[in-house]
């Protein structure tokens, strides 16, 4: 009988992709403000995302409270790539390709659950819950030996936690998370730490599909206030009350939007707080607004536990929050056409029982797949996509100049790069680092970048 033999590298196909920088480069113009359309369109495009962006940022794998348990696990994606997570005896956390190393099959096809190994239904390979090769079903008469260590599914290399949420690249050089999420950890407190105890994933997920672009959703996450007024308007003035005099209804005008070098960015307005209760109902806004306002302020300061309202955040490139409304989001992307959105009701975990299912309802109600203000959104995005299938229309550059020339670094008590909440540099920001990714060869270069100001790509 031949030996079995080591594993060897496979030569990934993307390196034959003809995509040069300078074809990259000129479908992105930060400093002008002006985007080519294919970059939401192009199959070769996507592919690239994949391996460049995809595979060397942090992306979220899962919040701690759905592992509460060795062996619990949750079934997700890193880009296209099936990934186990899995809450190990230690109580570490290991994530791997959830894909057997005989023939490729999907290793364990529950969305969730608890495990003490993983067994391929095919020809019978099992895994323990690390993700190493354990048992193989006639193995000394058929192979002699199958080494685990060269046979085991391909491991997350790097895992890292940030107040409840758990990250994970599969890029080894990528800085520590703390770094890569840079000034947005100032921000994203005010969703993840108004309260001692942190977050809890409250009720089960939801998961659609929408026929987009990721970045458009991403992006408008990241960046967009602009959308609101217009696409929100019908929702936000059903849900008023009905004697109410619409005419003395307004849009806040005050507000700012933050953008980071590493391509995070958020929006929210000042000091209107009186949306969140026509949008949420009287308890959930109550404690939001009321209850926990206290601790908030006390734990985060003035600005992020009273002042900042109707906030929403992307961590790049496709976590994204609504603070308040409480709602977290993953755009997996599925194509350079689709989307699948997987969306979870994050709480304080010390809320009250009633606040909890006051707020999985509101959420329910308003950003979810039923949800009145998400269809708004996602019918944009899929009209904007169907657009693009025209040749003449995918040529034609966008405009995202708003904003441009008004950039800060000294607003009071803001950190980093802010402008007026209606505007654009979110948005030019995620894009420039969009294409640094693209074009960086690898984290030497982008680790670079993403300490001074502006890049050298804008
Ligand atoms: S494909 Fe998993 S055991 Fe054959
Ligand atoms: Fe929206």
């Known amino acids: 009988m031949n030996k079995p033999t080591s594993a060897t590298d496979c030569q990934p196909f993307s390196t034959e992709i003809p995509i040069s920088n300078e074809q990259l480069a000129s479908l992105v113009n930060s400093e002008q403000g002006q985007i ?153 407190d005010l969703f993840l730490d108004r309260a001692e105890g942190g977050t809890e994933v409250v009720g089960g997920m939801h998961k659609w599909v929408i026929p987009c672009n990721w ?64 949008m949420l109902g009287e308890e959930a806004a109550n404690y939001y607004v009321n209850t926990s306002a206290a601790e908030a302020i006390e734990r985060l300061g003035d600005m992020r536990g009273r002042r900042m309202n109707g906030a929403h955040m992307t961590i790049f490139p496709t976590l994204s929050f609504l603070p308040g409304i409480n709602t977290l989001r993953v755009w997996h992307p599925r194509g350079p056409n689709e989307i699948e959105v997987w969306a979870w009701t994050l709480v304080d975990k010390k809320a009250p029982d009633s606040v909890k299912e006051a707020y999985r309802k ?21 009209q904007i996509q169907k657009v693009l299938r025209g040749h003449q229309a995918r040529n034609t550059t966008f405009n995202v100049q708003m904003g441009l020339g008004n950039d800060t670094h000294d607003f009071p008590d803001l950190p980093g790069k802010t402008n007026y909440v209606y505007g654009e540099m979110a948005a030019r920001g995620l894009y420039n680092r969009w294409l640094e990714m693209m074009t960086a060869k690898d984290w030497s270069e982008l680790a670079v970048a993403s300490t001074g100001e502006e890049s050298d790509h804008a």
């Open 362 to 382: 509101a959420v329910l109600r308003t950003f979810s797949s039923g949800g009145m203000l998400e269809q708004d959104d996602g019918e944009n995005w899929t």
């Open 215 to 278: 970045k458009f959703a991403a992006e408008q996450f990241a960046s967009d206030m602009y959308h609101a007024p217009v696409s929100h308007a019908s929702p936000l003035i059903a849900s008023m009350p009905p004697d109410m005099d619409l005419s003395q209804v307004g849009w806040p005008e005050e507000g700012r939007q933050f953008s980071a070098p590493e391509g995070h960015g958020t929006g929210f307005f000042f000091d209107t707080p009186e949306f969140l209760f026509p």
């Open 36 to 188: 080519s359309p294919l970059i939401y369109q192009d199959e070769a495009i996507y592919q690239l995302e994949l391996e460049r962006l995809f595979g060397r940022s942090w992306l979220f794998l899962a919040h701690e409270t759905q592992l509460p348990d060795s062996g619990d696990f949750f079934s997700t994606y890193m880009g296209e790539d099936p990934i186990l997570v899995v809450r190990q005896a230690d109580g570490s956390v290991a994530a791997f390709l959830n894909q057997c190393r005989h023939r490729g099959m999907k290793l364990c096809r529950a969305d969730s659950g608890n495990a003490k190994a993983f067994t391929c239904s095919y020809h019978g390979w099992s895994y323990d819950i690390g993700g190493n090769l354990a048992q193989v079903p006639f193995e000394e008469r058929a192979y002699g030996k199958v080494d685990p260590a060269e046979w085991s599914p391909l491991k997350v290399p790097r895992i890292a936690h940030y107040k409840g949420l758990i990250f994970g690249c599969f890029d080894e050089e990528v800085p520590d998370l703390e770094t890569y999420l840079g000034d947005m950890k100032w921000y994203i």
